[in-house]
């Protein structure tokens, strides 16, 4: 496996490995908020929800189903451009062959209560509930796009393997989760050696 980058710690002893994450774990796997009715089932499966798309004829039709069937607190219309691969987006690509509605991911208000541990859902909190919905579409465009990475460190003295971790979502969270731990282990090898 070849890395897509390599950084190196400030003493020069230590090299991690950054690489792509290739593990067939969706993140709608993962526990989530939301719950996603697809109209693009070749990408995107619906996830805790049986509203599907394919029984209606348009996005108003649907959405008002989902609305009949769900107390929905928040729902959230999401885009796809679909040209060798698939891009996600919570606007429209604008590009009217290959890019269009790709689906709903909504919260009900017993969602909310549920994950917040509250009995009321206010404003706030469907505010801060939109903030985790497009967080949770931002997550799986990465995860559809390869946007996923992982890491080893290594000791370049004695070639051993020190740790590593898989599943990190963007490229810049993975390098800011790497330059934290090349800073620690240089810091306690200074305190060691002093």
């Known amino acids: ?15 991690a490995n950054i690489y792509p994450d290739e593990s067939d774990n ?6 989530n908020l939301g ?7 070749n ?10 798309a394919t029984d209606y004829e348009s996005s108003v039709e649907l959405e008002a189903a989902i609305r009949k069937q769900y107390d929905i607190a928040i729902i959230i219309p999401f885009y796809a451009y679909i040209h060798s691969g698939i891009k996600l987006g919570l606007e429209p690509f604008g590009c009217r062959w290959d890019s269009g509605l790709a ?12 994950n917040f541990g509250v ?3 206010t404003q706030k909190l469907i505010n801060h509930t939109k903030d985790i919905l497009e967080s949770e579409i931002k997550e799986l465009d990465q995860y559809l796009t390869g946007d996923v990475y992982g890491y080893e ?7 051993e393997h020190i740790e590593s971790c898989w599943g990190f979502y963007g490229i810049d969270y993975v390098e ?10 240089d810091k306690d090898l200074f305190t060691q050696a002093a």
């Open 119 to 121: 009995k009321n859902v």
């Open 153 to 159: 460190i290594i000791d370049v003295r004695t070639e």
């Open 43 to 52: 990408y995107i499966s619906n996830d805790k929800c049986n509203v599907y």
């Open 103 to 114: 689906g709903f991911i909504f919260a009900t208000k017993e969602d909310i209560r549920n």
């Open 1 to 15: 496996m070849n890395s897509i980058q390599t950084i190196t710690s400030t003493s020069g002893n230590y090299v």
């Open 35 to 41: 719950r996603v009715v697809s109209t693009v089932r």
């Open 176 to 185: 800011e989760e790497v330059n934290q731990i090349l800073n620690r282990i």
């Open 26 to 31: 969706s993140p709608r796997e993962f526990d």
